[in-house]
């Protein structure tokens, strides 16, 4: 059963834009950190940007800051990554992801590993 579901990724000229979102299918329950990863064929998994449920802090990767922002709409379950001034260098599949129960840290970008729900991804092309 799909839990999480990425849209909104498409191929763009360097400096555009896109705006990912990710719908949760499943009733969260108390907190969770939810986030966005990336990945290449070439490169681990990259923690881009995160926010709790119950949460206003937004962390993000240094790659990313002053261009991504990361939000959510908690009545809708909806995860978004609004990606501004794109670079060639943010081509990937991008991953949203969830860790039920908890809050998002520092550290939560760096730990996918805790990260229980993943969806399918969703394809970033950035041309230059």
């Known amino acids: 059963q799909v839990q999480l579901m990425e849209s909104g990724g498409g191929s763009v000229q360097t400096g555009g834009s896109l705006r990912l979102s990710c719908v949760n299918s499943?009733?969260?329950?108390?907190?969770?950190?939810l986030g966005w990863f990336r990945q290449t064929p070439e490169k681990e998994r990259e923690g881009v940007a995160a926010?709790?449920?119950?949460?206003?802090?937004?962390y993000y990767a240094d790659s990313v800051k002053g261009r991504f922002t990361v939000s959510r709409d908690s009545p809708k379950m909806t995860l978004y990554l609004q990606m501004n001034s794109l670079k060639p260098e943010d081509t990937a599949m991008y991953y949203c992801?969830?860790?039920?129960?908890?809050?998002?840290?520092?550290?939560?970008?760096?730990?996918?590993?805790?990260?229980?729900?993943w969806g399918q991804g969703t394809q970033v092309t950035v041309s230059s």
């Open positions: 992801a969830a860790a039920y129960g908890t809050f998002c840290s520092d550290l939560s970008l760096t730990t996918p590993q805790n990260f229980g729900a």
């Open positions: 926010i709790s449920l119950g949460g206003a802090t937004p």
């Open positions: 499943r009733p969260i329950y108390g907190n969770a950190c």
